[in-house]
C-alpha cells in the first residue's frame, strides 16, 4: 500500500514556512502550538499543589492545568483539570496570565480561582495540598511557567485592576545548560 495523506515538506504557494502537504491532494498538514489552562487555586491565604503521577515531571510539584479539550473554552478546561488532577470544584475568578512557550508549542492561559469544595489526589496526581507560600516545595516545582504563576499571583492577589501577565522578560520556559528546567524562583 502506498503513503497517502501530508508526507512532502515544502513551503505552499503564498506560504513562508515549511509544511507536510500531501502531494496528490495538496492538503497541508498545519501544526498549531497546542492550548493549556490552569489555575491558581486558592482557599484564604492557602494554594492548592498537586505533585504529579505522570510523566514529564512525575513526582514534582505542578498547578492543576493541562490541554484544553475540542469544544472547550479555557475556562472550562480550567475547572475540568482541577477536577481531574484534584478532584476539585472550582470558581474562575480572573484572568491571571497568558504564557507562551514555544520549545513545547504551548500556549498557557493562567487564571486565579477559588476552591470551592473537598479535593483530593485525581488519576494524574499522587498527592494534592493546600499550602502556605512559605511551605511551597521551590525545589520541587514542576514547570517554569507553575513558578511565573505563583509569582504573579503573589504579586497581585490584592489587586482586581491588572491586565494579564505574560512570561517574566526574557524568559520562555527554556531548558538550562544542564538540559533541565530552571528549579529556582525567577527574578520578577
Not at 75 to 81: D, P
Not at 83 to 95: F, H, L
Not at 150 to 160: A, C, N, P
Request: glycine share 8%; proline share 9%.
Amino acid at each position: 500500500m502506498p503513503n497517502k495523506g501530508p508526507r512532502l515538506l515544502k513551503v505552499p504557494e503564498g506560504d513562508n514556512r515549511e509544511r507536510l502537504v500531501c502531494p496528490e491532494c495538496d492538503y497541508i498538514a498545519y501544526q498549531n502550538p497546542r492550548v493549556v489552562a490552569g489555575s491558581v487555586v486558592t482557599r484564604g491565604d492557602r494554594i492548592l499543589i498537586c505533585k504529579r503521577s505522570i510523566h514529564p515531571r512525575q513526582g514534582y510539584w505542578t498547578l492543576p492545568a493541562g490541554f484544553v479539550e475540542l469544544g472547550e473554552s479555557p475556562e472550562e478546561g480550567a475547572r475540568r483539570e482541577a477536577k481531574e488532577e484534584a478532584c476539585a470544584d472550582i470558581a474562575i475568578n480572573q484572568m491571571l496570565a497568558v504564557y507562551s512557550i514555544p520549545r513545547v508549542g504551548q500556549i498557557q492561559f493562567m487564571f486565579r480561582s477559588t476552591l470551592e469544595s473537598e479535593f483530593a489526589a485525581g488519576h494524574e496526581t499522587l498527592e494534592a495540598k493546600l499550602v502556605t507560600w512559605d511551605e511551597i516545595p521551590w525545589s520541587e516545582i514542576a514547570f517554569p511557567s507553575v513558578t511565573w504563576a505563583l509569582h504573579q499571583y503573589r504579586e497581585s492577589k490584592d489587586r482586581r485592576d491588572f491586565a494579564p501577565f505574560g512570561n517574566p522578560e526574557g524568559q520562555e520556559g527554556e531548558l538550562d545548560e544542564l538540559g533541565r528546567w530552571p528549579q529556582r524562583p525567577p527574578t520578577m
